[in-house]
């Protein structure tokens, strides 16, 4: 009989990431007679007819989330009082508490009863350990074993600590984020890094790069370059306008795609990237794409593939996917980056928030297209055979099943 998982993503801001994305893959790759997956979502997404045409059903988990502005943050006293040692935990005491109350306790009861009528044999929480604190939960309300998979750098209190230890598995996405949950203490009876995997029949195109490039409007000689993620500071779009900024005079038919859409902390942020994109005299050059269900037929139209996160980036999916498109992709060297890429061997490397750097990589990458061909092609080679998707789905498979057999903590 096929173990039952639920699988909870609770990312909100109204856009489609990298988790859920992973698990979109990881569902086309399962065998259906060992897993039965099911979903649990904090808002409605944009991909649901895609879940259910892959036979995954879906269900919606109402979570209230505490503002993080409130009025105290303009007050010269409070401030003052933050700075306090003691005064500082008891204040973050209290939000920990308010947090459990108002968010976490009434979402856990939700997600229980979701358990419960799914017949679930095992958890799977996918954005980690502090935002799924209440799926850790809703596991102890229905003794349901729980997996909890980690896929960024988060912080940790005491709280994450003693719930780390009530899961049957923590799974790192990276080393680099396995030795971030080692440092802080955030440690499981069972601890191992799964990396994700890219389908490629779903990387497989389906329309020309001459189509894509008639339909946006881009000279089939033209080079051009994609950024794929949702538009937010720590993405570091603004880095990469203001690099092509910078060769705009050297590459003049140079376009850059930009695809994904805003997230609602990245509003302000996006309007901003937009007047400076006019004020470069950059708008027909840098196309604004929003939302695309297409990412395949861009990833393959273009000739670089980049990446700007001034953040260490957990994982960085369109990496992945550029290199098994065979594209040279040029990536900021931070996070689990670092584990996908090998500078000038198959891939370009730049520190994070550098726009000379970034700038200096783009020139060298679109003066010579055969050499950027060359390290695409190579990143493709090492990338198929580490990162299949079977490998990834009997890797998780044998998890679940292994999870199920042994029962909860």
């Not at 993503?9 to 893959?25: C, D, I, K, R």
């Not at 950027?372 to 580490?386: F, L, N, P, Q, V």
Request: net charge neutral.
């Amino acid at each position: 009989m096929a173990v039952r998982v639920l699988i909870v993503e609770a990312s909100s801001g109204g856009v489609v990431g990298g988790s859920l994305t992973g698990f979109l893959h990881l569902f086309r790759g399962l065998d259906r007679s060992r897993i039965e997956p099911s979903i649990a979502l904090y808002e409605e997404k944009a991909i649901e007819a895609e879940l259910a045409e892959l036979g995954v059903a879906v269900h919606h988990v109402q979570r209230r989330r505490l503002p993080k502005e409130h009025g105290l943050l303009k007050s010269e006293s409070y401030q003052r009082a933050k700075k306090v040692g003691a005064v500082r935990g008891i204040l973050r005491g209290a939000r920990q508490a308010a947090r459990l109350i108002a968010e976490e306790m009434p979402a856990a009861l939700q997600l229980a009863r979701v358990v419960r009528s799914t017949g679930a044999d095992v958890i799977h929480l996918g954005n980690g350990v502090r935002a799924n604190f209440d799926g850790i939960l809703a596991g102890a309300m229905t003794g349901t074993p729980v997996i909890c998979h980690v896929k960024g750098f988060e912080k940790y209190s005491g709280r994450e600590r003693w719930g780390a230890r009530r899961l049957s598995c923590l799974v790192s996405m990276t080393e680099a984020i396995a030795t971030h949950c080692r440092q802080h203490g955030v440690v499981a009876p069972d601890n191992r890094v799964i990396y994700d995997a890219v389908d490629l029949a779903w990387l497989a195109p389906q329309r020309s790069p001459r189509e894509v490039r008639d339909e946006l409007g881009v000279a089939v000689d033209a080079p051009m370059l994609l950024i794929s993620g949702n538009i937010q500071e720590w993405k570091g779009q603004a880095v990469l306008v203001e690099a092509l900024g910078e060769i705009a005079e050297r590459h003049p038919t140079a376009v850059c795609l930009m695809a994904g859409g805003v997230h609602r902390a990245g509003e302000a942020y996006a309007d901003a990237m937009r007047k400076r994109i006019d004020d470069l005299g950059l708008g027909s050059r840098v196309k604004l794409l929003g939302f695309r269900d297409d990412i395949p037929d861009l990833i393959h139209a273009v000739d670089v593939v980049v990446h700007a996160s001034v953040r260490p980036e957990p994982f960085g999916r369109v990496i992945l996917e550029g290199m098994l498109a065979g594209k040279l992709v040029i990536a900021t060297e931070a996070g689990g980056v670092l584990e996908l890429i090998e500078d000038e061997a198959t891939g370009r490397l730049v520190p994070p928030g550098d726009v000379a750097a970034l700038a200096d990589a783009l020139d060298r990458s679109l003066s010579d297209l055969q050499q950027s061909a060359a390290i695409g092609a190579r990143a493709k080679a090492w990338a198929s055979e580490k990162f299949s998707l079977a490998h990834h789905a009997e890797q998780m498979t044998e998890l679940f099943e292994r999870t199920h057999k042994n029962g909860a903590v």
